[in-house]
């Protein structure tokens, strides 16, 4: 069974304290990591997918890094409008998968305190 | 550009009774998955539909069922409903399978 599993459950930070989260994942065949960024109540809004080991993407604050076993989402001076839960996705490769199957960590809850 | 709707916002029923819910994909996708997310959980997958075709099934029973229709646009229906289906309700769509999924804002289900 596919699992993805995020740490830490919570995280709360200082506004200007950078600070990583982590997504380690076992799939059969990695097809693509994603992050997505969630506000209470409201649906997943897409980040960055990732692809292959060593890639990395940068979205103002958020810079995203994939190796074989995790990916780390990198906070770089975080501001109180960065609070939300961050979740990871991966999809698999696996014949046996549904293509484009989501598979979702249970994610990482981020308060940034001013 | 038109993103992911999803109608209702909210709804409450109560057990035994059955739930429809709509979802209008984005512009040009043909692609739609149904993920359900309980509080404090990620999204767990339903079903995913293409080109009105159901394409794969996550671990939920059959009385969780779908439609796709010719604009691509999708319903999910729940019979007999039960208290542990309260949840927030997800639609994404894609222009393909393996694509980039956006999602849409939800619609929150109380089973009372």
Known sequence: EDQVTQSPEALRLQEGESSSLNCSYTVSGLRGLFWYRQDPGKGPEFLFTLYSAGEEKEKERLKATLTKKESFLHITAPKPEDSATYLCAVQSADRGSTLGRLYFGRGTQLTVWP | ?112
């Open chain 2, 1 to 112: 550009e038109t993103g992911v709707t999803q109608s209702p916002t909210h709804l409450i029923k109560t057990r035994g009774q059955q739930v429809t819910l709509r979802c209008s994909s984005q512009s040009g996708h043909n692609t739609v998955s149904w993920y359900q997310q309980a509080l404090g959980q990620g999204p767990q997958f339903i079903f995913q539909y293409y080109r009105e075709e159901e394409n794969g099934r996550g671990n939920f029973p059959p009385r969780f069922s779908g439609l796709q229709f010719p604009n691509y646009s999708s319903e999910l229906n729940v019979n007999a409903l039960e208290l542990d289906d309260s949840a927030l309700y997800l639609c994404a769509s894609s222009l393909r399978g393996p694509d980039t999924q956006y999602f849409g804002p939800g619609t929150r289900l109380t089973v009372l």
